[in-house]
């Protein structure tokens, strides 16, 4: 599977947006929200079977690891989506950040606070415009560099979840 196509599908069972505007007045902090707290729940989780296998004596439950792997990939695409991110650009723009934190490998040296080059990793997140990773082009002028304004960003939630939920999922 595609990381966009499993962000398509994901969103198909994300909350219901009518009904998270009624628990809050800015829907993209509610679904970030969801996200961050779904996120941490998920960690809980994955950490409880790694516990049970490393400290309780139990084997490892391959199954459930992969189960909470999932849930934690569901609740990254759900913030994806929330900020109009595609989720392949978010993977590829990580892999641009490692590659200039670790030019050759990863070493103990290069994860020193002390060598890091934060301006350069920012650098490689975004392109020669500053434009964020991310951005879908048709915001107006500026609206991408640095912070991306709510009402750019709601706009584009929107947008995205009208797409994924209203469309026919990817095969």
Request: glycine share 8%; with cysteine.
């Amino acid at each position: 599977m595609q990381p966009n196509d499993y962000q398509k599908l994901a969103a198909r069972t994300e909350c219901d947006e009518e009904a998270a505007m009624k628990r809050g007045d800015n829907l993209i902090a509610t679904r970030l929200s969801h996200a961050a707290f779904g996120l941490s729940s998920e960690v809980g989780e994955f950490c409880d079977v790694l516990k049970k296998w490393l400290y309780y004596g139990q084997s490892l439950d391959e199954t459930n690891v992969a189960e909470e792997l999932g849930d934690l990939m569901w609740y990254v695409a759900l913030a994806c989506n929330a900020l109009g991110l595609s989720l392949e650009e978010v993977m590829e723009a990580n892999i641009r950040k490692l590659r200039q934190r670790y030019p050759e490998k990863y070493t103990d040296e290069d994860a020193l606070e002390s060598n890091r080059d934060r301006e350069a990793e920012r650098g490689v997140l975004e392109d020669e415009s500053g434009t964020k990773v991310g951005c879908s082009g048709n915001c107006p002028k500026g609206h991408c560099k640095r912070e991306i304004p709510i009402k750019h960003i709601h706009g584009a939630s929107g947008r995205l979840l009208k797409e994924y939920k209203g469309k026919s999922s990817p095969s």
